[in-house]
């Protein structure tokens, strides 16, 4: 094979550009496998000057079926680099991974992918093809054999691929189009209000803290006497967390219903929430 055949071969593998294919071949004498070898250390090196850049777009991935469903986000630099093929063919793999893998990181990152190659080695290789910092964040698998999963995903990139995806565990023996209907719409409730617990005594207490805090700082200037003040601090608080504890809040569908009181009318004794995830670019 002339070296001009081989320097095509390595563009098509690697991605990498003309010039830098041309010196891997003379470096390794023609050794194709040699030369793919040269680049990866090449592109680790390049890979690890852009890590120190801003990450802040990407997608959310969702994979698995109703019985065990995972998310994983994935970040990028740009929204151009989101859409890209390379881009959304790495991440699609890599939800299959993750939900094989329960949401473990390590786990996952040293799985390897249909060509053969770990996560850890194939992201450096993305990285250095398309030029931007590329990182995997959060991820998270619910499972349950008694409960069923329902998702939704919000401003759609792809096939299971959003800016905003979610997931809500619904526990019941009850399976009916009524309670498909609550689950989707549910999930889409999630999406718009973004929860931070199930219900208020869940609410993470460093959460509370900070919320108090603020409420103090901004009554402190207002010059009310102590007694009005705490009853205001008090109503305050109690606002917060009705409105950021899923089952308190106003439903998106019907806001004068909370949550909880449509659950209610749904008039399904062993309904409950099991647990929910939100995940959203840039949050």
Not at 72 to 89: G, H, L, M, P
Not at 161 to 175: D, F, M, R, Y
Not at 241 to 249: G, P, R
Request: overall charge positive.
């Amino acid at each position: 094979m002339k070296d001009i055949e081989k320097v095509k071969k390595l563009r098509e593998a690697t991605g990498a550009g003309f010039k830098d294919c041309n010196l891997a071949i003379k470096e390794s004498k023609g050794d194709l496998d040699k030369a793919i070898e040269i680049l990866r250390v090449k592109g680790i090196s390049k890979a690890s000057k852009k890590m120190s850049r801003d990450a802040k777009d990407g997608v959310i991935a969702i994979s698995g079926n109703e019985k065990k469903t995972s998310l994983i986000e994935v970040n990028c630099e740009t929204d151009f680099v989101a859409k890209n093929n390379d881009f959304i063919n790495f991440v699609k793999e890599l939800s299959e991974l993750n939900n094989q893998n329960n949401s473990n990181i390590d786990k996952l990152n040293k799985s390897k992918m249909m060509n053969g190659e770990t996560v850890d080695s194939n992201l450096i290789a993305l990285i250095a093809k398309i030029g931007e910092k590329i990182t995997i964040g959060k991820t998270k698998t619910i499972e349950s054999s008694d409960a069923k999963n329902f998702k939704y995903l919000h401003t759609v990139i792809d096939n299971n691929l959003a800016k905003l995806g979610v997931v809500v565990c619904l526990e019941t023996k009850h399976n009916s189009d009524e309670i498909n209907n609550f689950g989707k719409q549910l999930s889409m409730h999630i999406a718009a209000s973004n929860p931070i617990a199930l219900d208020q005594d869940s609410i993470n207490q460093s959460i509370i803290d900070k919320e108090q805090e603020l409420i103090m700082e901004e009554l402190k200037n207002s010059n009310k006497p102590a007694n009005i003040a705490k009853k205001i601090s008090l109503g305050k608080m109690n606002k917060f967390k009705e409105e950021n504890a899923l089952l308190t809040q106003a439903w998106v569908i019907e806001p004068k219903k909370k949550v909880k009181d449509v659950m209610k009318e749904l008039n399904i004794a062993d309904l409950k929430i099991k647990e929910f995830i939100r995940f959203k670019i840039g949050e």
